[in-house]
């Protein structure tokens, strides 16, 4: 796998002694006892890219992660945690999900599962719903679906508008996905709002100009749908640049069910991320491996729409940098659960079980542009994921069983 921008700017951590580990506060908390870590800092442990410990102990004071190594090694706390011989991994970084919505497609879903094609088009039963929902309902959803994550291993998550597609729904989608998250995107082109249908010149200047304006001050991100049936390279790369232009960084819905420009446009643009990558040639492979933009997987779109397995081997063998994210949407891939995804990666898309966890949670860091979520090392945020199995391979080995047994978010074990 590429370790990339993933590891490039991540801090180190060792079990000798530094300065970081020399400024251990007693009052601290040692978690030990743990079978196998995984840190993600391949100047530890093992060497590979994971950097996995054996029989180790993360140190954790206040938000931070101030210790890793050893178990038998670690500094004196005054607070200590048993790990019981369980593996522990870093948070899962889930950097692609469409949570910002209301209302149900299970006709859809059934329909699809008895024979009929997906197509993007079935965004607009969504986007119906969730004009007619109150905001209250709209935060409610979104709390549901962090919560239900989160007792899942995820404790960094991005979320999108795209279900509005008037000013004034974008802008509140924003406003109330800014209350549970800092990673916020801007997707007014998800699709040309029905509103336009007629018109579609006339929606994507909407986009680029008074929704934007409206949208921009709670986004990092920018988004489009750079798919037949949705928006073509001009037009998204129109869109993607007058958000460049305010400030939001460019990210990419691209080559999800046909080939198209979506990829090529993204490194071009230096999105932080090119997201499906299903349909590539090879020049676009190598324009990624070229490139700083991380190809985002999302198998769990695949799994529910009987699509075509983006090929991840292909990718990693490349060079390319790939994260793993759930895509978790009304339509098209209506899960949360992160190790779900990462069984269907093993399984079905070529990973082996190190590189699918790295890309869930390393891989994910780098499609955000992130050095302080994604791994265990001194200086990194206190996100940490307890399996109740000895290794993380059991992720993929065990898929279905409920392995999370605690989750700790800036130094806090919220489950």
């Not at 239900?148 to 996905?177: C, H, P």
Request: aromatic share 6%.
């Amino acid at each position: 796998m590429n370790t990339g921008p993933a590891a490039t700017n991540s801090p180190v951590a060792t079990s000798a002694p530094t300065s970081a580990n020399s400024a251990v506060a007693t009052a601290a908390t040692a978690i030990v006892n743990i079978a196998s870590l995984v840190t993600n800092d391949p100047s530890l442990g093992d060497g590979t890219p994971l950097g996995l410990i054996q029989d180790a102990a993360v140190v954790i004071d206040g938000d931070r992660v101030v210790w890793v190594g050893e178990s038998s090694k670690a500094p004196a706390t005054d607070n200590r945690v048993d790990a019981g011989g369980r593996a522990v991994i870093p948070g899962f970084v889930d950097s692609h999900s469409h949570l910002v919505f209301a209302g149900d497609r299970t006709a859809e879903f059934n329909a699809r599962m008895s024979g009929q094609p997906y197509k993007a088009g079935g965004i607009r039963t969504t986007v119906a719903a969730t004009r007619a929902a109150t905001d209250a309902e709209l935060s409610a959803n979104v709390a549901r679906y962090l919560h239900e994550a989160l007792r899942q291993g995820t404790t960094t998550f991005e979320t999108k508008s795209g279900y509005g597609l008037t000013v004034e729904d974008e802008a509140r989608a924003l406003r109330i996905a800014a209350e549970h998250t800092d990673e916020v995107t801007y997707l007014g082109a998800h699709i040309v709002s029905p509103d336009y249908a007629d018109d579609p010149a006339a929606y994507v200047e909407l986009v680029t100009g008074e929704m934007l304006d409206a949208c921009a001050p709670y986004a990092r991100w920018v988004d489009v749908f750079c798919e037949k049936g949705a928006f073509d390279g001009d037009q998204a790369r129109a869109i993607l640049t007058a958000g460049r232009a305010k400030g939001l960084h460019p990210r990419v819905h691209a080559n999800q069910l046909t080939h198209g420009p979506g990829v090529q446009l993204a490194v071009e643009l230096d999105a932080a991320s090119a997201d499906h990558c299903t349909h590539l040639t090879d020049a676009d492979v190598d324009a990624l491996a070229s490139g700083s933009t991380v190809a985002t997987l999302l198998p769990g779109a695949e799994f529910s729409t009987r699509a075509q397995w983006p090929n991840a081997r292909r990718l990693l063998d490349a060079g390319v940098t790939v994260a793993l994210s759930t895509d978790c949407n009304p339509g098209s891939s209506f899960t949360s659960s992160v190790p779900f995804c990462i069984a269907l990666a093993v399984r079905d898309m070529g990973m082996t079980p190190d590189e699918a966890v790295w890309s869930a949670t390393a891989g994910g860091a780098a499609a955000l542009r992130r050095t302080d979520v994604g791994r265990l090392t001194a200086g990194s945020r206190a996100d940490l994921t307890v399996l109740d199995a000895p290794s993380h391979v059991h992720l993929a080995y065990r898929p279905g069983v409920p392995l999370v047994s605690e989750v700790w978010r800036a130094g806090v074990r919220v489950v």
